[in-house]
């Protein structure tokens, strides 16, 4: 009998690692989907911030990159445009099992408005130790306090994320 569950074991095991690949590979996809909005938002002279709301199937939903500076408004963030343009498409502000990926820690307010949204899980690339709000200044998507929380994945693809914005803020300061 032994062998027997040493054999379902080592199957378990390979099998969750397969998983795990594949759900690995599935966040690195859709990262660099996200970074390619930051490039796009560099080009336009934007902060190169890039994200992409995939729903429980795996489904893109929505996606944008910051635009700030464009329609001169505060609220131009990549996470905000993003969540307004899925809740208009859904006609729901609920975001119920959605995954946001977005190359950087997001800030105060679209923590709030991830909450608000019902966000299930954010995958962010670079910290932003001057104001995220997911792990770096601040923790609200676990805070028990509230009535909901997301699960954060921080640090996903951070090299290549935090390098975008480094050239970025490099090429302000020529």
Same mark, same amino acid.
């Given at each position: 009998?032994?062998? #027997?569950?040493?054999?379902?074991?080592?199957?378990?095991?390979?099998? !969750?690692? %397969?998983?795990?690949?594949?759900?690995?590979?599935?966040?690195?996809?859709?990262?660099?989907?996200?970074?390619?909005?930051?490039?796009? @938002?560099?080009?336009?002279?934007?902060?190169?911030? !890039?994200?992409?709301? #995939?729903?429980?199937?795996?489904?893109?939903?929505? /996606?944008?990159?910051?635009?700030?500076?464009?329609?001169?408004?505060?609220?131009?963030? @990549? /996470? #905000?445009?993003?969540?307004? %343009?899925?809740?208009?498409?859904?006609?729901?502000? %609920?975001?119920?099992?959605?995954?946001?990926?977005?190359?950087? /820690?997001?800030?105060?307010?679209? @923590?709030?408005?991830?909450?608000?949204? %019902?966000?299930?899980?954010?995958?962010?690339?670079?910290?932003?130790?001057?104001?995220?709000?997911? !792990?770096?200044?601040?923790?609200? @998507?676990?805070?028990?306090?509230?009535?909901?929380?997301? /699960?954060? #994945?921080?640090? &996903?693809?951070?090299k290549e994320c935090s390098?975008?914005?480094?050239? &970025? &803020?490099?090429?302000?300061?020529?």
């Amino acid at each position: 009998m032994t062998w #027997i569950t040493n054999y379902v074991d080592t199957l378990q095991h390979k099998v !969750g690692l %397969r998983i795990m690949n594949a759900l690995r590979q599935d966040d690195e996809f859709w990262m660099k989907m996200a970074l390619k909005l930051a490039e796009k @938002a560099a080009r336009a002279d934007e902060v190169p911030v !890039g994200a992409v709301l #995939i729903d429980s199937q795996g489904q893109k939903v929505s /996606e944008g990159h910051n635009l700030r500076e464009q329609l001169q408004t505060s609220i131009g963030h @990549a /996470e #905000i445009l993003t969540l307004h %343009r899925a809740s208009k498409l859904k006609k729901s502000w %609920r975001l119920l099992d959605m995954t946001l990926y977005v190359t950087l /820690e997001p800030c105060l307010m679209c @923590a709030g408005a991830l909450l608000q949204s %019902r966000i299930k899980k954010v995958v962010f690339g670079a910290y932003d130790p001057k104001g995220g709000a997911l !792990g770096s200044l601040y923790n609200v @998507a676990q805070d028990k306090r509230l009535n909901h929380q997301i /699960e954060v #994945i921080g640090g &996903f693809m951070e090299k290549e994320c935090s390098q975008l914005l480094k050239n &970025f &803020f490099k090429s302000k300061r020529i």
